[in-house]
């Protein structure tokens, strides 16, 4: 699409965001069950469909990209206001929305402070589109919009048992829980800090971030996501035990972080940087592990 204003994108970009929950409530209105699970999965799938009419119409997909991490704590909050929180423990509960919130808040000003406008769009996006050809809006809607909400809901059931099916006392898991989240959000917060300097300072065309965090993984910021999910889970593992299965949200995470993301990023690296295979042989992944020289 054309220049347009930062300004204006941003306008916009709140204008569709207003709508998608206004569908949200909507959909949850109109759905037949008493089930919290059921009303919210069926209103994030409302709020993304609304999401994807704008993406469609303003012919970029990237539209979808803040909802990730703005989606979460309405539906957080939602079951916070259900009656059967009652005898859930308030300080986990509190912990919870407390860290969605910080998270989601974090998440999002760093995609705002780094978007450009409406005329750029994820060049992801773009790659897919140039194989996808005419049927790249199909592959938008389900493998750009869909999919992903559908991940990260499964991702929230831990959270759904922490603040509202949870009966067990607060406990070393908890604090565990805590540990791991903050921690997860540190290491995110500080791998995208730095990757902004690093931006910033007017880098060569084959250079690439190789010190602090990035010394030690590849993908730090990947890490720090992956591993505030897995915190999320080990909440609703101290809430209900039972309710352990939930570990599918941060397997499936995790899956699509190793599988999907961080390949698609290396070989991108890999065609545009000539000294990343050399980086590639001395430094991890993903897991901040000590740099090796090759034998």
């Known amino acids: 699409m054309p220049p347009t204003s930062r300004l204006r994108s941003v306008v916009i970009v709140v204008?569709?965001?207003?709508?998608?929950?206004?569908?949200a409530l909507g959909v949850g209105h109109l759905v037949e069950t008493s089930s919290p699970l059921a009303v919210a999965l069926?209103?994030?799938?409302?709020?993304?469909?609304?999401?994807?009419?704008?993406?469609?119409?303003?012919r970029n997909s990237s539209v979808y990209d803040?909802?990730?991490?703005?989606?979460?704590?309405?539906?957080?909050?939602?079951?916070?206001?259900?009656?059967?929180?009652?005898?859930?423990?308030?300080?986990?509960?509190?912990?919870?929305?407390?860290?969605?919130?910080l998270?989601?808040?974090?998440?999002?000003?760093?995609?705002?402070?780094?978007?450009?406008?409406?005329?750029?769009?994820?060049?992801?996006?773009?790659?897919?589109?140039?194989?996808?050809?005419?049927?790249?809006?199909?592959?938008?809607?389900?493998?750009i919009h869909l999919m992903p909400t559908l991940i990260v809901f499964l991702a929230l059931l831990p959270a759904y048992a922490a603040v509202a099916v949870g009966r067990e006392p607060f406990g070393p898991l908890d604090l565990l829980a805590i540990f791991v989240t903050?921690?997860?959000?540190?290491?995110?917060?500080?791998?995208?800090?730095?990757?902004?300097?690093f931006r910033e300072s007017g880098p060569a065309p084959e250079d690439f971030l190789c010190s602090g965090v990035w010394k030690w993984s590849r993908h730090p910021n990947y890490l720090g996501e992956m591993g505030f999910w897995w915190g999320i889970w080990l909440f609703g593992l101290a809430a209900n035990p039972g309710w352990w299965w939930t570990v599918v949200g941060p397997l499936l995470m995790t899956a699509m972080f190793r599988f999907v993301s961080v390949p698609l990023i290396e070989t991108r690296m890999l065609e545009r940087r000539p000294g990343y295979a050399a980086h590639v042989e001395r430094t991890s992944?993903?897991?901040?592990?000590p740099r090796h020289t090759p034998s």
Not at 75 to 95: D, K, Q, T
Not at 182 to 197: P, S, T, Y
Not at 285 to 289: D, Q, S, W
């Open 66 to 101: 803040p909802f990730w991490s703005l989606a979460p704590l309405p539906l957080v909050l939602y079951w916070c206001m259900r009656p059967e929180i009652v005898g859930v423990n308030p300080f986990r509960l509190a912990f919870v929305v407390a860290l969605v919130m």
């Open 42 to 58: 069926w209103a994030d799938v409302g709020a993304t469909v609304a999401i994807f009419v704008f993406s469609l119409a303003l």
């Open 285 to 289: 992944r993903v897991l901040p592990l």
């Open 103 to 143: 998270w989601g808040a974090r998440l999002s000003w760093n995609w705002l402070r780094g978007w450009e406008g409406l005329h750029h769009e994820d060049w992801r996006y773009v790659v897919m589109q140039e194989r996808s050809g005419r049927f790249y809006w199909p592959v938008s809607f389900v493998g």
């Open 182 to 197: 903050l921690g997860a959000i540190w290491l995110e917060a500080r791998a995208d800090k730095q990757l902004k300097r």
């Open 15 to 23: 204008i569709a965001y207003v709508a998608a929950m206004a569908a």
